[in-house]
T-cell receptor, first 114, second 111 residues
Framework: EAQVTQNPRYLITVTGKKLTVTCSQN?????MSWYRQDPGLGLRQIYY???????DKGDVPEGYKVSRKEKRNFPLILESPSPNQTSLYFC?????????????FGEGSWLTVV | QKEVEQDPGPLSVPEGAIVSLNCTYS??????FMWYRQYSRKGPELLMY????GNKEDGRFTAQVDKSSKYISLFIRDSQPSDSATYLC???????????FGSGTKLNVKP
């Protein structure tokens, strides 16, 4: 079954405590990306990756880091989380970064920073 | 001005109604147009996909693209309570490596 798996699904953390949200896909997709979803703002792209070791900034990259050491994994790192990073985060993967008919999203990770 | 504009709703309709959801966009380069359905506390799932202009039909769903007006629509016929969700439009163009999403329209279909 085609799947994008994110962990953790729910997390409450404190300001400044580093955390990593993992993302893994089983479809051999080259393109992976992270989004945050906030009320009234829709999905905003944080970072994306075209392939292993190839990453680039999206629209809202400040405060986040990513890495792509293996094709299947694309973790999102918050080095020093702040309350304005409280949001719902989605990882997505697709064959490419434009055609849109192969995008799969994970179930989402609810992050609260206090 | 946002690249993609979408009325957030909420839109409330009785069961069996025809629903029309719309997005407008500003960039004439967009070629790929998608509609996603997102249930509460779930990830978006692809519902309809259209390349360039025209209509596409899949069961009760019809996606329409009018590139001259920079306007896309999703029609849901015989709407069901199970259609209650947030609907997101998205678009891109060849080799752009980025998708632009609308903010989503929340639909409630009342039994």
């Amino acid at each position: 079954e085609a799947q994008v798996t994110q962990n953790p699904r729910y997390l409450i953390t404190v300001t400044g405590k580093k955390l990593t949200v993992t993302c893994s896909q089983n479809m051999n997709h080259e393109y992976m990306s992270w989004y945050r979803q906030d009320p009234g703002l829709g999905l905003r792209q944080i970072y994306y990756s075209m392939n292993v070791e190839v990453t680039d900034k999206g629209d809202v990259p400040e405060g986040y880091k990513v890495s792509r050491k293996e094709k299947r994994n694309f973790p999102l790192i918050l080095e020093s989380p702040s309350p304005n990073q409280t949001s719902l985060y989605f990882c997505a993967s697709s064959l490419d970064g434009y055609s849109g008919n192969t995008i799969y999203f994970g179930e989402g990770s609810w992050l609260t920073v206090v | 001005q946002k690249e993609v504009e979408q009325d957030p709703g909420p839109l409330s309709v009785p069961e069996g109604a025809i629903v029309s959801l719309n997005c407008t966009y500003s960039n004439s380069a967009f070629q790929y147009f998608m509609w996603y359905r997102q249930y509460s506390r779930k990830g978006p799932e692809l519902l309809m996909y259209t390349y360039s202009s025209g209509n596409k039909e899949d069961g009760r769903f019809t996606a329409q693209v009018d590139k001259s007006s920079k306007y896309i629509s999703l029609f849901i016929r015989d709407s069901q309570p199970s259609d209650s969700a947030t609907y997101l439009c998205a678009m891109s163009w060849y080799n752009f490596n980025k998708f632009y999403f609308g903010s989503g329209t929340k639909l409630n279909v009342k039994p």
